[in-house]
């Protein structure tokens, strides 16, 4: 039927129809007909049971808060990745509109770093290492995220993924006393590593590149941190159109980047992260090890084998400390007093988002 260019060639059999598509503004659907499936929990109600879908165009946060407000709009959320990411602009909300229905949910962490470990000074574990025992977390919790945050460390997987993961307690010593609030033991290390204080008082100087859209609060503050312990680190912020290629390419020294995902041990998170040729592997890691470890994964035939290879994936990667941990923050969804049927959900299986909206 031709290609994905133009919207008109889209062919499916799903409940929603692509009807309408205004470049920058907003696409619209409308209820398949002929649509075969019907709601799982309740199998006597034919599927979709909305007549129309249409999804705004809003890139600015004030634009999306104004909308729900006036009733514009009847939902944002993490479908669309809308979400509402401080507690102060939820709170705010709550004070004009306090009918509004608010559902949080913590899928992740996007106050992780990634440091290009081929690149110094993070090819020296010891200065990873010090950049992590620099941040005070419950600080930075309490301070920013009014104490919701889960500032349990973790890995790529979150640890609530219990049967893939290895718990914070049952992590060696040495490794988590690095996730202590330490800046003494954070200079000491930089000392062991070469990078003693200069004249100035600065260490080293490196950059921070930061996707625009989830703002740049928690990485300021981490900034202070490591201003403490003498290293500058100069935020880069980028829209995601420049961010992906960036990252793509590794250019970049440090990057905002996730963890702690609420995924299956089958998706990114379960070990591609750390793959050398994956657009995801944000600390440009090429790990023989790890790359033999996977090959197993790969080759793998039971959900047992898989989930035990990911613990021990999920595992050297932290212990290597190829990527920073940061507060695990609640982001909110917002949905309006009349829609009904509406519990929060964020997707329905992997990736499944707008099957939401037709139940």
Excluded at 5 to 27: A, F
Excluded at 160 to 186: L, M, S
Excluded at 206 to 233: E, N, P
Aim: negative net charge; without cysteine; charged residues 25%.
């Amino acid at each position: 039927h031709g290609d994905a260019n133009d919207w008109r060639n889209l062919v499916g059999t799903g409940p929603m129809m692509l009807t309408d598509w205004v470049e920058g503004s907003s696409m619209t659907w409308t209820k398949n007909p002929d649509y075969w499936g019907y709601d799982e929990k309740y199998p006597e109600n034919r599927l979709p049971y909305i007549d129309r879908l249409r999804a705004l165009v809003m890139p600015e946060v004030a634009t999306r808060l104004s909308a729900l407000r006036s009733g514009r709009i009847d939902y944002v959320g993490f479908i669309g990745s809308t979400m509402i990411e401080t507690l102060e602009q939820v709170e705010s909300l709550l004070k004009t509109n306090p009918e509004l229905r608010i559902w949080p949910a913590a899928p992740g962490s996007n106050n992780s770093m990634g440091m290009n470990i081929q690149l110094p000074p993070f090819d020296d574990i010891r200065v990873r290492k010090a950049l992590q025992m620099a941040i005070n977390l419950e600080e930075a919790n309490n301070g920013f995220y009014g104490g919701y945050a889960d500032i349990v460390p973790q890995g790529q997987l979150s640890r609530h993924i219990t049967q893939a993961v290895i718990q914070f307690e049952d992590w060696p010593e040495d490794v988590k006393k690095v996730f202590d609030y330490d800046p003494e033991g954070a200079e000491a290390l930089l000392d062991e590593a070469g990078y003693p204080r200069g004249a100035d008082g600065v260490r080293f100087e490196t950059d921070l590149m930061q996707l625009a859209r989830y703002g740049t609060d928690y990485m300021v503050l981490a900034v202070s941190y490591w201003k403490k312990i003498g290293v500058t680190v100069e935020i880069e912020v980028e829209e995601g159109a420049a961010f992906g290629p960036r990252r793509t390419s590794r250019d970049y020294r440090m990057m905002q980047t996730d963890s702690a995902a609420k995924v299956s041990a089958l998706g990114w998170a379960g070990g591609m992260r750390f793959l050398p040729e994956t657009q995801w592997n944000t600390s440009n890691t090429d790990d023989p090890w790890y790359n033999a470890k996977f090959e197993e994964k790969r080759a793998a035939t039971t959900m047992e084998e898989v989930n035990s290879i990911t613990k021990e994936l999920n595992q050297h990667a932290i212990e290597q400390f190829w990527s920073l941990f940061g507060p695990v923050a609640p982001r909110y969804a917002v949905s309006q007093p009349w829609i009904i049927g509406y519990n929060g959900e964020a997707e329905m299986g992997m990736g499944r988002h707008n099957t939401v909206f037709t139940r």
